[in-house]
């Protein structure tokens, strides 16, 4: 166990849906991050926050956003969904920035089917 | 840019060892990362280097070469429960980020 908690862990919803994913950080961790990962496909950045704060932006749609709240769990909202988006979201978090070779620890998971 | 390259897939036999390589050429480098991946779960820590030089942790050892972009990942002893996707990450500092791009990943087949 991580120490990273994320919810829901399955969700099937149909096109056009919106979702919302949650995710608590480790205990202490101020940096959240969002992965997608699809079939057969890697590890795709989404989006970083650092204490509340947008601090790195990926290959993220204009159709997903994300914030991180004051008491540092995160969310991501993901809207006008297509089948294309149907994948694995994992939500990672670490300690802090600057900090060399501190780790990202991720989550389970949450697993989102899109029909 | 950002470019990271792992073989896709290796066969190796229960008690052996497997090397398995990773070339970056990336616009940063805080480091290199290795994650284990069994399928639909989550990614877990394996190793990380930003010196030149061979780390080792029980049976998994990784090696860096930062003026190669070159990395590899050693499993000793191999055991059926290795059988997993391995993926290599670099963490970026461009900016105020410490982000892991991410590899796409090599898939392990451990056979008896």
């Known amino acids: 166990d991580s120490g990273v908690t994320q919810t829901p862990k399955h969700l099937i919803t149909a096109t056009g849906q919106r979702v919302t994913l949650r995710c608590s950080p480790r205990s202490g961790d101020l940096s959240v991050y969002w992965y997608q990962q699809s079939l057969d496909q890697g590890l795709q950045f989404l989006i970083q926050y650092y204490n509340g704060e947008e601090r790195a932006k990926g290959n993220i749609l204009e159709r997903f956003s994300a914030q991180q709240f004051p008491d540092l769990h995160s969310e991501l909202n993901l809207s006008s969904l297509e089948l294309g988006d149907s994948a694995l979201y994992f939500c990672a978090s670490s300690v802090d920035i600057g900090v060399s070779g501190n780790t990202i620890y991720f989550g389970e998971g949450s697993w989102l089917t899109v029909v | 840019g950002q470019n990271i390259d792992q073989p896709t897939e290796m066969t190796a036999t229960e008690g052996a060892i497997v090397q398995i390589n990773c070339t970056y050429q990336?616009?940063?480098?805080?480091?290199l990362f290795w994650y284990q991946q069994h399928a639909g779960e989550a990614p877990t820590f394996l190793s990380y280097n930003v010196l030149d030089g061979l780390e080792e942790k029980g049976r998994f050892s990784s090696f860096l070469s930062r003026s190669k972009g070159y990395s590899y990942l050693l499993l000793k002893e191999l055991q059926m429960k290795d059988s997993a996707s391995y993926l290599c990450?670099?963490?970026?500092?461009?900016?105020?980020?410490?982000?892991?791009?991410f590899g796409t990943g090599t898939l392990l087949a451990v056979q008896p």
């Open positions: 990450a670099v963490r970026d500092q461009g900016g105020a980020t410490n982000k892991l791009i």
């Open positions: 990336t616009s940063g480098f805080n480091g």
